[in-house]
């Protein structure tokens, strides 16, 4: 492994965890090997385009029968997974944060939720698809205690920065924002913005562009 470079481009890693769900879905229904050209038909990219994410992390295969499902499952695993299970933790348990811990829950991955916080006095204090729910007034606390790295922020909008100095003084090393404010941290902090109403907007109007187009 000491070969594999840590510079793994952002796309790359993306591909690769799609990638590994696809083949654990055909290890699901027997599939044994796999060629580069149907991961990309699958994935809408270019066989080019698989066998350069697979090189990049140094995975070679005997490409006459195409790739061991099996065997690329557990190399793409070795460099996506920690050691350890990675502990996360859902700030804001309204109708997204519920949806978000319900995916989650029995995925099987290395990414384990164990803990939600809200300020809401109905769900504080209840377990939420098998999760407990906390006062934010603890989260510090419990991030120590119960070893969270990442949280995902699925909290009304309004109260998005709220949140930012808790995460930034209970050390959070990775936060995944579901709101639609962009959030900023210090360096050292990986945070991804996932604003849905920006991308629907984006799909919304490449409809509307192949609509025009067909006229």
Do not use: W
Request: some cysteine; hydrophobic content about 40%.
């Amino acid at each position: 492994m000491s070969n594999i470079p840590n510079n793994i481009p952002e796309k790359t890693i993306e591909r690769l965890s799609e990638y590994r769900r696809t083949l654990l879905s055909c290890h699901e229904q027997g599939i044994t090997h796999v060629f580069s050209h149907v991961l990309a038909g699958i994935h809408g990219i270019t066989a080019v385009q698989v066998r350069r994410d697979l090189m990049l992390i140094g995975f070679s295969s005997d490409t006459k029968k195409g790739y061991d499902v099996e065997v690329l499952i557990r190399f793409i695993s070795s460099i996506l997974d920690s050691r350890n299970p990675v502990h996360l933790a859902v700030i804001g348990m309204g109708h997204l944060g519920q949806a978000i811990t319900k995916y989650f829950n029995g995925k099987g991955l290395n990414l384990c939720i164990v803990a939600s916080f809200d300020i809401d006095p109905v769900k504080v204090g209840t377990d939420i698809d098998d999760i407990p729910c906390f006062h934010m007034d603890r989260f510090e606390e419990l991030v120590e205690e119960l070893d969270i790295n990442i949280v995902i922020l699925s909290c009304p909008t309004e109260t998005a920065t709220e949140v930012v100095l808790p995460i930034i003084n209970a050390g959070i090393k990775g936060v995944l924002n579901f709101t639609s404010k962009p959030l900023n941290f210090p360096k050292g902090i990986v945070v991804e913005n996932y604003d849905i109403t920006t991308l629907l907007e984006k799909v919304a109007y490449f409809v509307k562009e192949n609509e025009d187009n067909n006229l």
